[in-house]
């Protein structure tokens, strides 16, 4: 059983294979915490809460209850009683006062896991986890909130969220609600987090915890390019393989703070959820509010342990799409190869010449509707420009099938041009504060999904263009920033839940876009990476990873995604030399070796390949269709980081019965004068022998002493390493 309660020591135990999570009732009403660590066998662990030292708890020493309240570890702090510390949990009474305090009433366990309501969220049957409901209360103000906890036993996860109910007579204001917080004594923790930016995205970054509050956060209305709603403390000797992690990801989209804060007595608070700034919500008498859940995972073996529980989880209990456990389709999208000049004729040639080396879909990119001829138009008229492309869509894409090969498309739903008819229809429908100017990024407005009938509306149209030709997959793009943040909808006293609304509608319509059109691929997109995050994932199985295509910075970019993500996630294309983003000039093979690690596809004009390339594509072809199935659904690795190193890079791929893998090796920058080097592989079976290159090796030696890999002539030389059992 993943969750047990010692009634005599009021002890919850949260138990998944490898690791404990533990809360005590406190005085009958406060929810404390216990414990987060490796698996514990038994429920006597109250006197962790170390209350026979001062301040006592309050019952013993009632004057001190703000210390109490100031110095012990919380499940779920609140403003405005003596809690010092950041608050999870924020509420503004009708008279303007900030304070509550949530006793805790009862609880219940039950088997699997409820939905949480229009929101993105882990799922499970019985025989995959078990849920904890603690419900509280607030007697002045007549709120009702759950804690909700649930147990992943294989996956070594625990989700946690929470719902918040007005029970009482008047309006309540929340202005904060996030959805976890863990306090734990200081080890030495130093933070993780993935930071960067446009064509830099989630670069791994480290650091001390220091007195004082450290944070990552986003409030651009979505979780963003520069930070990443990922957060992870550990030990200071944690490295790949060793270390103790305490890791959080948010299944959410839009703005996000994750923080640690450590104090006057060396307590560690990690809170994450839905950022505060821009945020409240009026909860009339009998609404409920939901916060959106937040993943915890812990690791005892390091990072290389939490980014496989993390993988698993997503891959088994996250991802719902149907293309999940499936190879996708090879694309070449004409994003890079065209930009917006091309015609039904430059589309059809590239999807000939894609199709005889073996590639199988063809996505149109940005420019196909309205009039757009760049980007500072047309967004919102979603009807094909049939100028553009003669004949229609339905003509385009049964041209593309005869040569063999599916069709995708791209779209932008959640934006509106300022020139287009949509925009001169419908003003108001623009997110903006009356009197002040719109700000436009990429010359576009944000559409106010907070609104029904906007979501209705964009959504139809959408639907429109899917039904009118026999389209297999959508690039969904968003690219920009929310701003002036106002709608014409809301009243004054709810302005502050339009981000939040906001996101509710980009989920409502891929809700319903996946529902209605099962069988589209659905590839989420934000001006590159910059709303990957589990939220996109519960209906996308994919997510473009970066505009960044040049191999050697996708080393980084998909190591610091791949920390949490599963490798099947990530949208990676070839593209052409120099590289348009960066310049640079790689092996071609390189470019495809380093794709295959993610979705696989091109993004260059294939009929200006040289034969050679060509031939080059043929074979990365056929490397996808032999490796394909071990890269999605096998353990990930990281044997050797160029972000850290300076030098070279490396990761491999075993499969789930330790009978295959792969391993990927780059040197980034050739050396003078060096000899080999022994890459030391990782998950193999010890006592199983594998074959290399025709040679007898077993597990053991190839995990102890490692493989040789020689020194190459040139730099950005890569190779790919498969290991069969034998
Ligand atoms: C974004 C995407 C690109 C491309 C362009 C089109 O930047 O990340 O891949 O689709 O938009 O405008």
């Known amino acids: 059983m993943g969750i047990i309660f010692d009634e005599t020591n009021k002890v919850f135990l949260l138990n998944t294979k490898n690791t404990t999570y533990g809360i005590a009732v406190t005085d009958g009403m406060y929810l404390n915490h216990l414990y987060y660590g490796r698996k514990l066998e038994d429920t006597n662990i109250r006197y962790l809460l170390r209350e026979n030292e001062p301040p006592f708890i309050p019952s013993v020493n009632q004057r001190e209850k703000n210390s109490f309240l100031d110095m012990a570890p919380m499940e779920y702090p609140e403003t405005g009683m003596g809690d010092y510390r950041e608050s999870a949990f924020c509420v503004r009474s009708e008279g303007g006062h900030r304070a509550s305090e949530l006793a805790y009433q009862s609880y219940q366990i039950v088997g699997g896991k409820p939905e949480l309501e229009g929101l993105p969220a882990t ?15 607030d007697e002045t103000l007549g709120m009702e909130v759950q804690l909700l906890y649930t147990v992943f036993e294989e996956e070594d996860a625990i989700t946690r969220s929470v719902i918040v109910k007005n029970a009482g007579n008047s309006s309540i204001y929340l202005e904060k609600v996030l959805s976890t917080c863990l306090d734990m004594d200081d080890r030495n923790f130093e933070v993780i987090g993935l930071f960067g930016s446009w064509g830099r995205e989630r670069h791994i970054q480290r650091m001390p915890v220091g007195y004082g509050r450290q944070n990552i956060a986003s409030f651009k209305g979505e979780s963003g390019h520069q930070e ?62 939901t916060a959106p859940e937040v993943v915890m995972i812990y690791s ?54 894609a199709s005889k080396l073996g590639i199988e879909m063809l996505v149109m990119d940005d420019g196909w509707f309205g009039h757009r001829e760049n980007d500072d138009s047309s967004l919102g008229d979603w009807f094909v420009n049939e100028e553009k492309l003669k004949g229609g869509l339905n003509k385009l894409v049964e041209d593309v099938k005869k040569t063999g090969m599916s069709f995708g498309i791209w779209v932008e739903p959640e934006m509106i041009s300022p020139d287009s008819e949509l925009y001169k229809k419908h003003p108001d429908w623009a997110l903006q504060i009356p009197g002040r100017e719109i700000t436009q990024s990429r010359a576009q407005y944000v559409l106010d999904l907070s609104r029904d009938e906007v979501v209705d509306a964009v959504y139809e149209m959408i639907a429109n263009v899917l039904k009118s030709a026999d389209i297999r997959y959508v690039k969904w793009d968003m690219n920009r920033q929310l701003t002036t943040i106002g709608s014409f909808q809301w009243p ?25 059109f099962p069988y589209i691929l659905l590839e989420n997109c934000s001006s590159g ?46 593209s052409v030399c120099p590289n348009h983003i960066i310049g640079r000039v790689t092996p071609f093979e390189t470019r495809g070796n380093i ?23 043929k074979v990365q072809v056929q490397n996808y269709h032999k490796y394909n199935d071990l890269i999605r659904e096998g353990d990930y690795y990281r044997l050797a980081s160029y972000a850290e190193n300076g030098c070279y890079d490396s990761w491999m791929i075993v499969d789930k019965n330790k009978k295959r893998a792969l391993v990927f090796y780059v040197q980034v920058l050739a050396r003078a004068n060096a000899k080999s080097k022994y890459m030391r592989l990782k998950g193999l079976d ?12 077993l597990g053991s030696t190839l995990m102890n002493a ?19 059992a034998i």
């Not at 295959?596 to 004009?605: A, S």
């Not at 010890?686 to 090796?697: E, F, L, S, T, V």
């Not at 002539?713 to 069969?724: A, H, N, Q, T, W």
Request: one cysteine or more; charged letters at 25%.
């Open 492 to 516: 004054a006293d709810r302005q502050g839940e339009l981000y939040h609304r906001y996101v509710l509608g980009v989920y409502k319509m891929q809700e319903r876009l996946t529902k209605d």
């Open 706 to 724: 490692g493989i040789s890999v020689s020194a190459e002539m040139g730099d950005f030389r890569s190779k790919l390493i498969p290991v069969e």
């Open 686 to 697: 010890p006592k199983q022998y594998y074959q290399i290159d025709g040679k007898r090796y």
């Open 300 to 353: 005892d073996e390091g990072l290389g342990k939490m980014t496989r529980s993390f993988h698993d989880l997503y891959r088994n209990h996250l991802i719902r799409s149907s293309y999940l456990h499936k190879k996708r389709p090879i694309l070449i999208n004409n994003w890079e190869a065209t930009y917006f000049k091309f015609d039904e004729k430059k589309l059809l040639d590239i999807a000939e010449e």
């Open 529 to 574: 990476g910059a709303r990957f995050d589990p939220g996109m994932l519960f209906y996308s199985p994919q997510i473009w990873c970066s505009d960044d295509t040049d191999a050697i910075e996708r080393l980084a970019i998909q190591e610091g995604t791949a920390l949490i993500y599963p490798v099947s996630t990530m949208g990676a294309h070839v």
């Open 228 to 289: 990443h709603p990922f957060m992870a403390l550990v030990t200071p000797e944690t490295n790949q393989d060793i270390g103790e992690v305490y890791a959080m990801n948010f299944v959410y989209s839009g703005n996000f703070i994750a923080q640690v804060e450590k104090n006057q007595f060396d307590s560690v608070r990690m809170l994450m959820g839905i950022h505060p700034e821009g945020f409240t919500w009026k909860l009339e008498p009998e609404e409920v509010f």
């Open 123 to 137: 799922w499970g049957g019985e025989e995959d986890c078990t849920t904890l409901k603690l419900f509280c209360r």
């Open 595 to 617: 794709a295959l690690l993610g979705t696989f596809g091109y993004e260059l004009d294939i009929t200006k390949l040289t034969e050679e390339e060509k031939e080059a594509v």
